[in-house]
C-alpha cells in the first residue's frame, strides 16, 4: 500500500512525536505531567507555523526533529566546563543528523534535500 504524500508527512511526524514520547522527563502542561521533549518539538512547530506559515515538510520536519532523543545525551553527562560543553554539543551535533535522517526517510522529504550529514 503506497501512502499518500501527506500520509509520508503525517507518519514521519508521528514517528518523531513517538520517539520523544519516551522521553522519561516530565513538563507540566495544563496541569498534567507530559514528556519535555514532545512539549518541546510542539512548541517548535506552534513558533515555525507562526514565523513561516506556508514552510515546507522538510522544514516543519527538521523543527519537529530538532531535539529528537535529546534526554539520551543529558548535559550533565559532559563536565560543565567549556570544553565539556562543546564535546556535548559535538555529539549533539554528529548523533542528530543520523537520527533525523531515520525519520526524514518515512517522509516525503527526499534524501536530496537533506544536509550531507544526514545521508
Known sequence: MTQTRDGRFAAAIAQVDAANGLDPNRETVAGSPRPKELVYA?????????????????LKLAARCQHIERWKTPRSDYP??????SSGAQRCATSTPTVQAEFCATSATTTRRLPASAR
Request: glycine share 4%.
Open 42 to 58: 510542539e512548541r517548535m512547530s506552534a513558533m515555525l507555523a507562526r514565523f513561516v506559515p506556508d514552510a515546507s515538510e522538510a
Open 80 to 85: 560543565q566546563t567549556r570544553a565539556g560543553i
